[in-house]
């Protein structure tokens, strides 16, 4: 079993169920919204409800690959805004936001120009749409 997360990726399941324990210790209430179904994939959509050092109500995605009945892959996304903390060591605040403000703007300049080879220059080597 592979997990991807926002802040770590989980390679085998023990990895994964040991940050997945820390977590739930916080968790004090999960809401399934809606799961969808089709062959061998699900989405899981929830309402995740957790208290210090993280206290917050999330909208959490998964998306699991499942092989004979058992899950092979899962994928989350959420605002991770709440759990950086707990993941990070002590951050400039105020360096993050410039960067992610350079982003915004090198993005627009690209889309309103057309410009593709500016628009691909804020984008990682790694990044791949699955």
């Not at 799961?35 to 899981?44: L, P, R, T």
């Amino acid at each position: 079993m592979t997990f991807v997360g926002l802040f770590e990726t989980y390679p085998k399941a023990d990895a994964y169920i040991a940050t997945f324990t820390q977590l739930m210790n916080i968790v004090t209430r999960l809401d399934v919204k809606a799961i969808i179904g089709e062959g061998d994939n699900a989405a899981i959509f929830m309402e995740m409800e957790t208290t210090a050092p993280a206290a917050a109500t999330t909208l959490v995605a998964e998306w699991h690959e499942t092989r004979n009945g058992k899950i092979a892959h899962a994928q989350s996304a959420f605002d991770a805004r709440p759990f950086a903390a707990m993941f990070a060591g002590p951050q400039d605040t105020d360096a993050d936001e410039r960067a992610i403000r350079a982003l915004k703007d090198t993005f627009g300049k690209a889309l309103l120009s057309g410009d593709a080879t500016l628009r691909a220059s804020i984008w990682t080597e790694a990044f791949c749409i699955r």
